[in-house]
Structure formats: C-alpha cells, structure tokens
Nanobody, 121 residues
C-alpha cells in the first residue's frame, strides 16, 4: 500500500529551526517529484516546496531563503529544513508525492497524514 510518513514536527521558539522528514513506501517514488504543503487552522492549504528526482527545486516565494527541501532517493525520503521560524509558520505540514517528475508546477497525488509544527513567540 502507498504510504507517506512524516516526522520531525514539534514546538519551537520563534527564530529556531526544525527538520521534517518523510519516508515513502515502495521503489517507484524515487522517480517522481516530491513536495510539502502546510495548513494553518482556519486557513487554506498552501504550497511550501517541491523537488525533482534530479534535485531541481521550487519554493513558495515568501519562504525561499528560510526553508530548504532536499531528498535521498536511495531511502525514498524527502526533507524540509526550516530555519528562522516565525509564529506564522505554525501549521500542519504534509508530505506529498507527485506521479510525474515536475516541480514547477508541482501537482501532488499522494499525501501523508501530516505533522504539527508550532512556533511560539
């Protein structure tokens, strides 16, 4: 069964850092683009970042410079390094996989269960 499992969320103070990880089941995910979305309470779900098999990346403009997406294809794992966190970054962060190797535009197909990130002021 297709499965995406996020880890690494938690509570941090403003200005701190977290690294999210997401492991995917199966072998075919290595050839597809991967990405992250987030959703704050009462807000629309929004795109965060995506990465192709070859390492090409795209970011939501407001997050570029603070967030970095990377992947380890051998482990079917994608990461999101989040630095200089702000209270407005508080949200549930979702790991996703596409079914094509395109990061711009990024179109998710499979979704993880989400991991909570809370940034206090």
């Amino acid at each position: 069964q297709v499965q995406l499992v996020e880890s690494g969320g938690g509570l941090v103070q403003a200005g701190g850092s977290l690294r999210l990880s997401c492991a995917a089941s199966g072998r075919t995910f290595s050839r597809y683009a991967r990405g992250w979305f987030r959703q704050a309470p009462g807000k629309e779900r929004e795109f965060v970042a995506a990465i192709t098999w070859s390492g090409g990346t795209t970011y939501y403009a407001d997050l570029k410079g603070r967030f970095t997406i990377s992947r380890d294809t051998a482990k079917n794992t994608v990461y999101l390094q989040m630095n200089s966190l702000k209270p407005e970054d508080t949200a549930v962060y979702y790991c996703t996989s596409s079914v094509v190797d395109i990061a711009a535009p990024y179109v998710p197909k499979y979704w993880g269960q989400g991991t909570q990130v809370t940034v206090s002021s």
